[in-house]
């Protein structure tokens, strides 16, 4: 784990889930500076003895409810070993502040990253892939076996890479929650063809009209759909006569990604 990391001499890393301070000693030895959260305040007494007598920090406190800006007086990198059970809404909070980090690692279940790194046209890609690679550019690095857990869990679990800035750059003019709202809409039943997830916002005809200029067919699925073809439906729909429509369902996107961020 740590040579996939490859900690250097100066660097901040944050720890999500530190536990008893295995892989916090590793990155503080390697001369990390170690900002390593936990919530469990039986761990935490653990990890605070593991890590006397290095430069790490230890917090004791949700990563759902944190600031975790103020854990970054300058750019730095996260690692997390994430629950299954709340691993997307975790990943939401670090996608929020990703200007902040310059490299994300996160231990997820192996179908979860399988999804994280599904390009266009495979039966994985589809919300969750959108939003990470929207934010970040990931890859899987390493598949960790039940086994190096304790207990062990009943699957596999990947290590993935999250290498900033994601594919956002490269769509200067999307704003990041009204595309995301879009995008959550088209995926929102991934058996129905992107037309018919699109209808509740939008007339047909319009949707239709907007598909045709684009060089798409009415039939298509959202998960065929590059992030660069989304952009273009979503700004295609957005300069008719729906945009208030569009503008409507962006909002709680937005309220939501700043709740994460607080």
Not at 31 to 43: K, N, Q, S, Y
Not at 57 to 79: A, K, M, Q, S
Request: with cysteine; hydrophobic share 45%.
């Amino acid at each position: 784990m740590l040579a996939c990391l490859d900690p250097q001499p100066g660097q901040l890393w944050v720890e999500i889930g530190a536990g008893r301070g295995e892989l916090t000693v590793g990155l503080a030895r390697h001369g990390a500076e170690v900002v390593a959260i936990e919530l469990d305040p039986a761990l935490v007494e653990q990890l605070k003895a593991a890590v006397a007598s290095l430069p790490v920090r230890v917090v004791h406190g949700d990563i759902l409810t944190l600031r975790l800006e103020e854990f970054f007086p300058r750019p730095g990198r996260i690692y997390g070993s994430l629950p299954y059970y709340i691993t997307s809404p975790i990943l939401h909070r670090l996608f929020a502040i990703s200007d902040l980090a310059e490299e994300i690692f996160v231990v997820v279940q192996w179908e979860v990253a399988r999804r994280l790194v599904a390009p266009p046209g495979r039966r994985d890609y589809g919300y969750l892939s959108v939003v990470a690679q929207f934010f970040t550019r990931p890859e899987i690095v390493l598949r960790i076996p039940p086994g190096a857990f304790r207990p062990p869990p009943a699957v596999s679990s990947a290590l993935v890479r999250m290498r900033l800035p994601g594919g956002r750059v490269q769509l200067k003019q999307v704003e990041p929650a009204q595309f995301l709202a879009f995008v959550k809409q088209a995926f929102r039943q991934k058996r129905k063809t992107l037309l018919n997830n699109l209808v509740p916002l939008y007339r047909r005809e319009f949707v239709l009209q907007t598909l045709e200029r684009l060089g798409l067919p009415a039939g298509v699925r959202a998960e065929e759909l590059s992030l660069e073809q989304l952009a273009d439906i979503q700004a295609g729909l957005a300069g008719g006569s729906h945009e208030t429509r569009a503008e409507a369902l962006a909002q709680p996107a937005r309220s939501h990604l700043r709740q994460r961020c607080r």
